[in-house]
């Protein structure tokens, strides 16, 4: 419970698939410079049997589950970010960020992990139309905005 979150990140891919995802930047209470990153984001798991690999409203309806993912990319270095984000999603830009400034309001980490829960149980599934990853990204960003 010393884990606090003082920055969010929004990103969006732009070159090859349309994709938003979150890293959200952790520092300890007591130690500022003990910083770590995580990577959130939300994708579709495609049925088995679906041929086509192509996302599609009818694909991408009740039947399939999101897989809201949380990956840790470690300490919160520029260059390791930017280095883990280019290897998982190539081309991509920060497109807003969130900070939490005021050391005695910051949201903790199981504050953020509650929310990221209640996010993934509002949608379980993934709607190609309504509960994707852009609205993943925006519910966990205003979310937090809101609340801290």
């Given at each position: 419970?010393?884990?606090?979150?003082?920055?969010l990140d929004h990103y969006k891919c732009?070159?090859?698939?349309?994709?938003?995802?979150?890293?959200?930047?952790?520092?300890?209470?007591?130690?500022?410079?003990?910083?770590?990153?995580?990577?959130?984001?939300?994708?579709?798991?495609?049925?088995?049997?679906?041929?086509?690999?192509?996302?599609?409203?009818?694909?991408?309806?009740?039947?399939?589950?999101?897989?809201?993912?949380?990956?840790?990319?470690?300490?919160?270095?520029?260059?390791?970010?930017?280095?883990?984000?280019?290897?998982?999603?190539?081309?991509?830009?920060?497109?807003?960020?969130?900070?939490?400034?005021?050391?005695?309001?910051?949201?903790?980490?199981?504050?953020v992990a509650v929310l990221l829960f209640q996010v993934n149980?509002?949608?379980?599934?993934?709607?190609?139309?309504?509960?994707?990853?852009?609205?993943?990204?925006?519910?966990?960003?205003?979310?937090?905005?809101?609340?801290?």
């Amino acid at each position: 419970a010393n884990c606090f979150l003082y920055r969010l990140d929004h990103y969006k891919c732009f070159k090859t698939v349309e994709h938003e995802f979150l890293v959200l930047h952790f520092t300890h209470w007591d130690s500022p410079a003990a910083t770590a990153a995580i990577c959130v984001d939300r994708s579709v798991n495609i049925t088995v049997g679906h041929s086509s690999g192509m996302i599609t409203p009818s694909s991408a309806s009740s039947e399939n589950h999101a897989a809201d993912v949380i990956e840790l990319i470690g300490c919160a270095s520029s260059l390791n970010i930017k280095s883990c984000l280019t290897a998982k999603f190539k081309s991509f830009k920060l497109k807003s960020s969130l900070s939490f400034p005021n050391e005695s309001t910051r949201p903790s980490a199981l504050h953020v992990a509650v929310l990221l829960f209640q996010v993934n149980q509002q949608a379980v599934n993934y709607h190609l139309l309504s509960a994707q990853c852009y609205w993943f990204g925006h519910t966990v960003s205003k979310s937090l905005q809101t609340l801290f």
